[in-house]
């Protein structure tokens, strides 16, 4: 099994930034993709960011130039540098990872909250 910890979330100004991180662990086999993804309060989870084993990203348009994911192989850590936050960011953020023994994996989430 793939367990995903996720950290960095929190409560920030209008126009901020905060850096989250998802550490996988466990049996880490052929990791296709991994990915952040948010619910806001009533809303569907949607898709923030992807990034692929070679590194290729896709981003969500509303955050686009706005967020950055990266990803450190050696320390199996993704990361989604966000910046210039706005109250509409305000999610909780999710982890995912999809490997092919595996299929998809979700952390428990971590908490972002832009104030205005």
């Known amino acids: 099994q793939v367990q995903l910890e996720e950290s960095g979330g929190g409560l920030v100004h209008s126009g901020g930034s905060l850096r989250l991180s998802c550490a996988a662990s466990?049996?880490?086999?052929?990791?296709?993709?991994m990915a952040w993804y948010r619910q806001a309060p009533g809303k569907q989870r949607e898709l923030v960011a992807t990034i692929t084993n070679a590194g290729g990203t896709n981003y969500a348009g509303s955050i686009k130039g706005r967020f950055f994911i990266s990803r450190d192989n050696a320390k199996n850590t993704v990361y989604l540098q966000m910046n210039s936050l706005k109250p509409e960011d305000t999610a909780v953020y999710y982890c995912?990872?999809?490997?092919?023994?595996?299929?998809?994996?979700w952390g428990q989430g971590t908490q972002v909250t832009v104030s205005s």
């Open positions: 995912y990872l999809n490997s092919d023994r595996y299929g998809g994996t």
């Open positions: 466990g049996s880490i086999f052929s990791i296709n993709y």
